[in-house]
């Protein structure tokens, strides 16, 4: 069955961390680009960061130098770490997987979001 199983948001306060995990099954886990969207109701999600199967990463602006993406391709799992927590990184995450190669045998996958409160 092809999934992506999140993990790992909740309520914290600001300048709080917290670590989200997705773990995949059912994909060819390095031939995708993994990578973390949020989505604020009524917005469009956007893209926080991503990283490809041999270890390029990118951010958004806005989370530049306080979170980082990374993959475990043993474990099929992406990581996102989150520090210095802001209330405007109030939102529900996504993790998505971006297939390299196009085809009914690589699609792109949607995990079901997992909510993150940064609040005092």
């Known amino acids: 069955q092809v999934q992506l199983v999140e993990s790992g948001g909740g309520l914290v306060q600001p300048g709080g961390s917290l670590r989200l995990s997705c773990a995949a099954s059912?994909?060819?886990?390095?031939?995708?680009?993994m990578g973390w969207y949020r989505q604020t109701p009524g917005k469009r999600r956007e893209l926080v960061a991503a990283?490809?199967?041999?270890?390029?990463?990118n951010y958004d602006v806005s989370v530049k130098g306080r979170f980082t993406i990374s993959r475990d391709n043993a474990k099929k799992t992406v990581y996102l770490q989150m520090n210095s927590l802001k209330p405007e990184d109030t939102d529900v995450y996504y993790c998505?997987?971006?297939?390299?190669?196009?085809?009914?045998?690589?699609?792109?996958?949607w995990g079901q979001g997992t909510a993150v409160t940064v609040s005092s």
């Open positions: 059912g994909i060819i886990f390095r031939f995708y680009t």
């Open positions: 990283a490809t199967n041999d270890g390029n990463t």
């Open positions: 998505n997987a971006k297939p390299l190669i196009t085809g009914s045998s690589f699609p792109e996958v």
